[in-house]
């Protein structure tokens, strides 16, 4: 990986295969839904499985599904360092559920985390499969209103430290939307629906270098 991370002043068709793409994760859980949904909106995306195709992104999805899983074969493949190292030269990421888990400091088990973002989490907060639900989110300051939200052994925020945003909460208060810097979390699931307007605000920030800071 070289450590130079292209941000163009435009949100305009960047090529997947070079500079400014958005990348998705793409070793287990939903990332054929983010890609998809990227696509949709007319922003080139790439699957990443290997440090060296992180090179020249602007931006980073980390997708939900199987956070023990997806660290594992983090680690096993050096994307865990690559990753950090990622972040620290200004790429933006995104993680969603699983995703959001991933980034956290510490969630109450040992389990590989990137600990990009200073916050405390709560896995299957909401309890089982069988509990998972759908409702509107607000992320007033990322100007979204009625977000729908999809909820699958979800995740919540249970301390968001210092410098942390917190951009959303779900119907009963639970902290389910945050930001650091140009660290993204959600604990649900926007792929999964319609809606492209996180996705488009993640990729028009992504690529101008700049996402929300709290």
């Not at 140009?182 to 488009?200: C, G, K, Q, S, V």
Request: with cysteine.
């Amino acid at each position: 990986m070289s450590g130079r991370y292209h941000v163009p002043a435009l949100l305009s068709q960047p090529d997947a295969a070079g500079e400014g793409a958005i990348g998705v994760l793409a070793l287990q859980g939903a990332f054929i839904e983010h890609v998809a949904a990227l696509t949709e909106i007319g922003v080139a995306a790439r699957e990443v499985r290997l440090p060296e195709q992180l090179d020249g992104l602007s931006g980073l999805i980390i997708p939900g599904g199987e956070s023990t899983v997806i660290g594992k074969l983090m680690v096993k493949y050096g994307l865990d360092s690559a990753i950090a190292s990622f972040a620290a030269n200004g790429g933006a990421i995104w993680g969603t559920c699983a995703g959001m888990i991933l980034l956290a400091k510490d969630v109450g088990r040992e389990q590989p985390l990137l600990g990009l973002i200073d916050i405390d989490v709560e896995r299957n907060a909401y309890g089982s499969q069988l509990a998972s639900f759908e409702e509107d989110v607000a992320l007033p300051e990322l100007e979204i209103a009625d977000l729908r939200a999809v909820f699958i052994r979800a995740p919540v925020v249970a301390r968001a430290g210092a410098g942390v945003r917190v951009e959303g909460r779900d119907g009963r208060g639970n902290i389910v939307a945050v930001s650091s810097g140009n660290i993204l979390a959600t604990a649900f699931h926007p792929e999964l629906t319609t809606d492209r307007r996180l996705h488009t605000w993640f990729a028009k920030h992504a690529m101008q270098g700049a996402i929300a800071i709290g």
